[in-house]
T-cell receptor
Framework: NAGVMQNPRHLVRRRGQEARLRCSPM?????VYWYRQLPEEGLKFMVY????????ESGMPKERFSAEFPKEGPSILRIQQVVRGDSAAYFC??????????????FGQGTRLTVV | AQSVTQLGSHVSVSEGALVLLRCNYS??????LFWYVQYPNQGLQLLLK??????LVKGINGFEAEFKKSETSFHLTKPSAHMSDAAEYFC?????????????FGQGTTLQVKP
């Protein structure tokens, strides 16, 4: 069972370009979470999605950032018109549907975005 | 509101010495607590978690943590440090029951192990 797969691992974008980050959850996992880790900081929650639904986007910046998790295919975090401050590591995690008991989220290896 | 505080952004120990990484939390509801480890340029790996039941939790690589409700703490310990333990460690708390993918993380503690 492959783990959470993120690609690309490294992404370089010029200011003003768009960045697309992909996350394929573990098999059987229908919940996806995106986190951002700025240099020298901990991870900050951005958004929580289930298939075709955004459940909680309380951590998403109001502008330029969007996320989706279509019925087929990976979850996508899109950053439009990137700025230098968007440079960070973006992590995706997935978990199975909540059932009785406590589920656990598994993290991918992250995409390191550098804006030049 | 829930929050997590890790005391000490950098901890240095000698190989074979006790490792103690401190974590305090605040939560208005019973918390689920986690410790993750991150190696350079890697993702996060779960070391251990506390949900309910026994307050002393054992994890991978010889680590353990004790949930102390009266002290709102969840400190991570290992009796004898190994060079391979050098990494960054994050304490995290879950917002609610069941689904534990939405986490609040502490700022992280970098563990250095000296030969």
């Amino acid at each position: 069972n492959a783990g959470v797969m993120q690609n690309p691992r490294h992404l370089v974008r010029r200011r003003g370009q768009e960045a697309r980050l992909r996350c394929s959850p573990m098999k059987g996992h229908s919940h996806v979470y995106w986190y951002r880790q700025l240099p020298e900081e901990g991870l900050k929650f951005m958004v929580y999605l289930q298939k075709e639904n955004i459940i909680d986007e309380s951590g998403m910046p109001k502008e330029r950032f969007s996320a989706e998790f279509p019925k087929e295919g990976p979850s996508i975090l899109r950053i439009q018109q990137v700025v230098r401050g968007d440079s960070a590591a973006y992590f995706c995690a997935s978990s199975p549907p909540p059932q009785q008991g406590v589920t656990e989220a598994f993290f991918g290896q992250g995409t390191r975005l550098t804006v030049v | 509101a829930q929050s997590v505080t890790q005391l000490g952004s950098h901890v240095s120990v000698s190989e074979g010495a006790l490792v103690l990484l401190r974590c305090n939390y605040s939560s208005s509801v019973p918390p689920y607590l986690f410790w993750y480890v991150q190696y350079p340029n890697q993702g996060l790996q779960l070391l251990l978690k506390y949900t309910t039941g026994a307050t002393l939790v054992k994890g991978i690589n010889g680590f353990e943590a004790e949930f102390k409700k009266s002290e709102t703490s969840f400190h991570l310990t290992k009796p004898s440090a190994h060079m391979s333990d050098a990494a960054e460690y994050f304490c995290a708390v879950s917002y609610g029951s069941g689904n534990t993918g939405k986490l609040i993380f502490g700022q992280g503690t970098t563990l250095q192990v000296k030969p």
